[in-house]
T-cell receptor, first 111, second 114 residues
Framework: SQQGEEDPQALSIQEGENATMNCSYK?????LQWYRQNSGRGLVHLIL?????REKHSGRLRVTLDTSKKSSSLLITASRAADTASYFC???????????FGKGTRLSVIA | EADIYQTPRYLVIGTGKKITLECSQT?????MYWYQQDPGMELHLIHY???????EKGDLSSESTVSRIRTEHFPLTLESARPSHTSQYLC?????????????FGPGTRLTVL
């Protein structure tokens, strides 16, 4: 399985600080995606980075991908209380395979 | 906000009952998925479909079944619910043809089996 593993499992920071979450996976991928889940809700797609890309930005989000280390990081800058959620990475392999989700990082942003 | 709907949002039932969780999307997506997720835990893929009359089992062994008779509709059925089925069930769909599998999720059904 190419399941992503997020690190840390939980993270608590003050509003305004940056939050960094990491994801490691096991086999080669076509792309890697990050999702956010507010408590008791469905997941929302945040950003996708392809295997031939190294870095991508979207608003306050910055994602990096290191295929040699089979790892990715999600950086949220200037965090807000509304960023409090669980964040999941998901990997897409080659062919018609489904996404495989990691275990998630629970982020708490304290106002 | 994605146009993918799940009903009911909450369901409390007794052991042995047959239940169907509904999922519909109005985006014309070919690919649809069902996940099971315990609170605060990872998602487990239990079923998926890449089009009408196509269904596959996911990684998690499940006693549920699915059908895909129409593109927009992907119901999940438990023939005989048990307390071990208590969980949140998430439905998702993804855009056809891109190969990205970016997924759009419904709000989930929280199932409690007594």
């Amino acid at each position: 399985s190419q399941q992503g593993e997020e690190d840390p499992q939980a993270l608590s920071i003050q509003e305004g600080e940056n939050a960094t979450m990491n994801c490691s996976y096991k086999t080669s991928i076509n792309n890697l995606q990050w999702y956010r889940q507010n408590s008791g809700r469905g997941l929302v797609h945040l950003i996708l980075i392809r295997s031939n890309e190294r870095e991508k930005h979207s608003g306050r989000l910055r994602v990096t991908l290191d295929t040699s280390k089979k790892s990715s990081s999600l950086l949220i800058t200037a965090s807000r209380a509304a960023d409090t959620a669980s964040y999941f990475c998901a990997t897409k392999g080659s062919g018609n395979t489904p996404l495989v989700f990691g275990k998630g990082t629970r982020l708490s942003v304290i106002a | 906000e994605a146009d993918i709907y799940q009903t009911p949002r909450y369901l409390v039932i007794g052991t042995g009952k047959k239940i169907t969780l509904e999922c519909s999307q109005t985006m014309g997506h070919d690919k649809m998925y069902w996940y099971q997720q315990d609170p605060g835990m990872e998602l487990h893929l239990i079923h998926y479909s890449y089009g009408v009359n196509s269904t596959e089992k996911g990684d998690l062994s499940s006693e549920s079944t699915v059908s895909r008779i129409r593109t927009e509709h992907f119901p999940l059925t438990l023939e005989s619910a048990r307390p071990s089925h208590t969980s949140q069930y998430l439905c998702a769909s993804s855009i056809p043809g891109t190969g990205n599998n970016e997924q759009f999720f419904g709000p989930g059904t929280r199932l409690t089996v007594l």
